[in-house]
């Protein structure tokens, strides 16, 4: 049986540190606060109308990190929390917020016309972007997603919507990477979305 020199052993284990420590430095993984769901190409089938009268689909999104919710305008508590959330993680994100995109993709298009949603998303920041389309088209959309959402019967002939309520971050280049709980706070969004900044 071989003996090593204790220099040698000595040698060796410290190698194996520095290896260690040094794939721990190398590692390049994000540590979100939300899901990572990278790789999973959610959101490729959007293809809506802006409430700048524009198509956008993500490969116009591009260039910017870009956080999507789906909601709708008559929304009770929901939609205005998460967008009023979103406010304020702009205003954490000082001079970077100039590299984010806000959109809201309505869930009720019947009742949110281009006008509607306008009115509605600028309410919150003037730099927020609604989307609409048809109902195929937010339809597809939304499974592209993976979106639920549901029309409720409500009083006297009026509806309500149910749908997901989270928040998607999609990086520079059009890609899913975070999905995060509307409940999850403005700090752990403002937190994703710099690393996606960097």
Do not use: W
């Not at 790789?39 to 990190?65: F, I, Q, R, W």
């Not at 609409?132 to 009026?158: H, L, P, R």
């Not at 997901?164 to 979305?193: C, K, P, W």
């Amino acid at each position: 049986m071989t003996r090593l020199h204790p220099r040698r052993l000595l040698g060796a284990a410290l190698f194996s540190l520095c290896v260690l420590f040094l794939s721990g430095c190398n590692d390049s993984t994000p540590q979100f606060k939300g899901s990572d769901i990278s790789g999973t190409h959610l959101g490729k089938e959007l293809a809506l109308t802006g409430t700048d009268g524009k198509p956008y689909t993500l490969e116009s999104l591009k260039g910017k990190v870009t956080v999507v919710l789906f909601g709708f305008t008559q929304c009770p508590d929901v939609c205005p929390t998460s967008l009023a959330e979103l406010t304020q993680v702009m205003k954490l994100l000082g001079n970077d917020a100039k590299r984010v995109q806000v959109v809201l993709i309505t869930v009720d298009p019947e009742r949110d016309t281009p006008e509607v949603l306008r009115a509605y998303v600028s309410g919150f920041d003037s730099q927020f972007l609604g989307l609409t389309g048809t109902t195929e088209q937010i339809k597809k959309t939304a499974a592209s997603f993976k979106v639920y959402y549901a029309k409720t019967a409500g009083a006297q002939g009026n509806y309500s919507m149910d749908h997901s309520a989270s928040f998607y971050l999609m990086d520079a280049q059009g890609e899913s990477r975070v999905l995060l709980n509307n409940t999850i706070g403005a700090a752990a969004l403002a937190h994703d979305i710099r690393l996606l900044l960097r």
